[in-house]
């Protein structure tokens, strides 16, 4: 076995990471620092110093990276409308390398040669954090337990949690796995596992359900800057305070959430079930004023490579080369989209019913469909027997007139 000198743990206090920590201790017999990033998980934050430090850990460190998390990952990805399978707004998949972009930090403040993740072999996750552990810090060993050890599943993760004393507690109402940050709050795992099976109706943290939702419907105004959310009705507000009031505005109208089944990097399917309140307000709004300032080949060949960034998200290709590279195209289009969008929320739906930009190529002399406008008709007859040549060769070649 590697001679390990000090681990540092992405630690979150759950079932999985504790047993973890104790494993690790007893492995490797070196000192471990159970790292946590706050990055909204909620009021569990709050507790895991003092779970860490039951169960064994050596040191540590928890570190609050809300703004930068907003700032820094989700509002890039957002500039460029990314969205994974049509339904994904990627909620996991963005807070993976943030986590361990800090924990690599951690690792060279305390002088670490080694990282460790909870992430099993089958999900992505054990991707996103290899992958930027590797494009940050090559030097340094990763330790992925879900993939040494002979702990077999969750009842046996439970025995050895029990054998250790380790305080981890389990009860049976809540059978699927949470993972929470401020643009979502996911759901997998047990009883979800059945694709045909409708989610609890209790399990939503934050949203209400659509038919609980008020009978009036709530309109916000959301202002852009260069691509970025800065207000929300007129109030300007940072990164995670944006994020964080819009979540709780499209939660309490029960909008935000989905249900899919993904593909996931390594080739197995996967259903999870999603809250994303806050982020599903901004892509409506954000696609509102886009379509008022962008010109339209510069949409569409945006548009076009959607699907290929947002693959790099969540595969967990933060950190290279080709994000980098797609991120200037997509942050050079952004440029002009400054403006406001007005949404209406209503019981589990959003609508845009206004936008406005100082950047707007909308030119209603142009558009409007009464007399005396700018646009002179009769040039689109050129234009159409131009476009159409080929398709009158084509018809005449096949003799159809």
Known sequence: MTNIKKIVLAYSGGLDTSVIL??????????????CADIGQGEEVAEVAQ??????????????????????????MMRANAVYEGSYLLGTSIAR?????????????????????GATGKGNDQVRFELTYT??????TIIAPWRE????????????????????????????????????????GGILEDPWAEPPADMFVLTRAPEAAPDTPRYVEIDFEAGDPVAVDGERLSPAALLARLNDLAGEHG?????????RYVGLKSRGVYETPGGTLLQAAHRAVESLTLDREVLHLRDSLIPRYAELVYY????????????????????PVTGTARLKLYKGSVTVVGRKSPHSLYRPD??????????????????????????KIRAQLEGKG
């Open 97 to 117: 390398p943030l986590i361990a972009q800090a924990q690599v930090e951690v690792a060279r403040a305390t002088g670490a040669d080694a990282v460790a993740h």
């Open 22 to 35: 104790k494993w690790l201790k007893e492995t490797y017999r070196c000192p471990v620092v159970a790292f």
């Open 135 to 140: 494009a940050l810090a090559p030097d340094l």
């Open 51 to 76: 779970k860490a430090r039951a169960t064994g850990a050596d040191e540590v460190q928890v570190l609050d990276r809300r703004e930068e998390f907003v700032r820094d990952f989700v509002f890039p």
């Open 316 to 335: 967990g290709y933060w950190f290279a080369p080709e994000r980098y590279a797609l991120q200037a195209l997509m942050d050079e289009a952004q440029k």
């Open 149 to 188: 050890w002979d702990l077999g599943g969750r009842e046996e993760l439970l025995a050895y949690a029990r054998r250790h004393g380790i305080p981890v507690p389990v009860t049976a109402d809540k059978p699927y796995s949470m993972d929470r940050n401020l643009l979502h709050l996911s759901f997998e």
């Open 366 to 391: 142009l558009a409007t469909f009464e007399a005396g406008g700018a646009y002179r008709q009769a040039d689109a007859t050129g234009f159409i027997r131009l476009n159409a040549l080929r398709l």
């Open 255 to 263: 909008i935000g959430r989905v249900d899919l089944v993904e593909n």
